[in-house]
T-cell receptor
Framework: NAGVMQNPRHLVRRRGQEARLRCSPM?????VYWYRQLPEEGLKFMVY????????ESGMPKERFSAEFPKEGPSILRIQQVVRGDSAAYFC?????????????FGPGTRLTVT | AQKITQTQPGMFVQEKEAVTLDCTYD???????LFWYKQPSSGEMIFLIY??????QNATEGRYSLNFQKARKSANLVISASQLGDSAMYFC?????????????FGTGTKLQVIP
């Protein structure tokens, strides 16, 4: 049973480009969380999605950031027109469903570097 | 106010000794859960232990135990018989709410270094 998969593991983008981060949840999991970890800091919640539905996006910056979790395929975190301050590790976690946040399993993370 | 507070940015412990990493939390929700995660230098987040607010006994997982003191709102992680491989960042986290939607909040972490 494969764990949570994220790709790419490392992503380098120039300022102004777009970054697309992908997360494939564990088999049987229909809920995905995205977190951002800035250097030397803890994880900060960004968005919580169910398939085809955003449940909570209160941690997402208002501009340039968007997330989706389509019926088929991975969850995507999209950052448009990246800036140096977007450089961070982005983690996704999956859980089996609502009310089961204690069963979050983390992916290995994507390290975004903006040059 | 911080929901999760880890007051120790860094800790040292001698190999084979026990170490306690502090975590205090703040919530008015009667149903919540507390987690500890380990993040080694390779960067992945490794789940260690979970304690529910209604659990009667302190959680234990191998060399890890969670010292849950509900009245003091603390959930300290105890690592017994430290090993060199325990050197890592450790994060305390809390989920609030029962059923329905639950958000998880992380602390700022404690860097543990095990000395041979």
């Amino acid at each position: 049973n494969a764990g949570v998969m994220q790709n790419p593991r490392h992503l380098v983008r120039r300022r102004g480009q777009e970054a697309r981060l992908r997360c494939s949840p564990m088999k049987g999991h229909s809920h995905v969380y995205w977190y951002r970890q800035l250097p030397e800091e803890g994880l900060k919640f960004m968005v919580y999605l169910q398939k085809e539905n955003i449940i909570d996006e209160s941690g997402m910056p208002k501009e340039r950031f968007s997330a989706e979790f389509p019926k088929e395929g991975p969850s995507i975190l999209r950052i448009q027109q990246v800036v140096r301050g977007d450089s961070a590790a982005y983690f996704c976690a999956s859980s089996p469903g609502l009310g089961r946040a204690n069963e979050q399993y983390f992916g290995p993370g994507t390290r975004l570097t903006v040059t | 106010a911080q929901k999760i507070t880890q007051t120790q940015p860094g800790m040292f412990v001698q190999e084979k000794e026990a170490v306690t990493l502090d975590c205090t939390y703040d919530t008015s929700d009667p149903s919540y859960g507390l987690f500890w995660y380990k993040q080694p230098s390779s960067g992945e987040m490794i789940f260690l232990i979970y304690q529910g607010s209604y659990d009667q006994q302190n959680a234990t997982e191998g060399r890890y135990s969670l010292n849950f003191q509900k009245a003091r709102k603390s959930a300290n992680l105890v690592i017994s018989a430290s090993q060199l491989g325990d050197s890592a960042m450790y994060f305390c986290a809390m989920r609030e709410g029962a059923g329905g939607y639950q958000k998880v909040t992380f602390g700022t972490g404690t860097k543990l270094q095990v000395i041979p």
